[in-house]
Every structure is written in structure tokens, then in C-alpha cells.
Nanobody, 126 residues
């Protein structure tokens, strides 16, 4: 059974940093394309960042490019999202997702991902 468990969310002041982690079932983070999405109250769940299974390519939403970094540690079966220079508009529930099919590109459409975590709340105060 595939499991994704996010952690690392919390309350941080604007300009601060957080690192989210997504612990996965063994082998998932190294063989699946992984993505981070976020959903603010009353809004849709949007793509934030993704990393292809071979870890040779990453992709970011324009709103986070240059501030967020996605990475994976296959030995620990974990995918990370380092978030720096956080802004109030980054406040949302952040979700980790796994896509077992994509090998050549990183999907930005949530419906293409097969498995999801339960989410972790990130709140940025001003």
C-alpha cells in the first residue's frame, strides 16, 4: 500500500523558512515522479513543484520559483520542499503527491497523480 506522509508545516513569519518533508513507502520516492501542491481556503489545489523520478529535472510554479526547492533523498524514501522567503500568499495546506506513469515530464495537473498525502498546514504571518 502506497503511503505518503507530510510533515514540517507550521506558523512562520513573513521572510522566514520552512522545510516540508514527504515520507513515502519504500521505493516510491525513487521510482515515481513526485509533486507538491497547495490549497488555500476557498481556492483550487495548485501545483507548486515537482521532481521527475530520475531526479534529473525539476519544475516550479512561477509564484515560487527562486524561493522554493524540491529535492529527494532516495535512501530515506523522502521528498523535501525547502521554502525560503515565505510570503503571506504562501499560506495553504501543502500536499505531497506521487505519479507512477510520467517519466519524461512533470505533470502540473493534480488529476495525473495517483497517490496523495493528508496535507500539512503552512501559515505565514505578516
Amino acid at each position: 500500500q502506497v503511503q505518503l506522509v507530510e510533515s514540517g508545516g507550521g506558523l512562520v513569519q513573513a521572510g522566514g523558512s520552512l522545510r516540508l518533508a514527504c515520507a513515502t513507502s519504500e521505493g516510491i520516492s525513487s521510482t515515481y515522479t513526485m509533486g507538491w501542491f497547495r490549497q488555500a481556503p476557498g481556492k483550487t489545489r495548485d501545483f507548486v513543484a515537482g521532481i521527475i523520478r530520475a531526479a534529473t529535472a525539476t519544475s516550479y510554479a512561477d509564484s515560487v520559483k527562486g524561493r522554493f526547492t524540491i529535492s529527494r533523498d532516495n535512501a530515506k524514501n523522502t521528498v523535501y520542499l525547502q521554502m525560503n522567503n515565505l510570503k503571506s500568499e504562501d499560506t495553504a495546506v501543502y500536499y505531497c503527491a506521487a505519479d507512477r506513469e510520467s517519466t519524461l515530464f512533470i505533470p502540473r495537473l493534480g488529476s495525473l497523480y495517483d497517490y496523495w498525502g493528508q496535507g500539512t498546514q503552512v501559515t505565514v504571518s505578516t
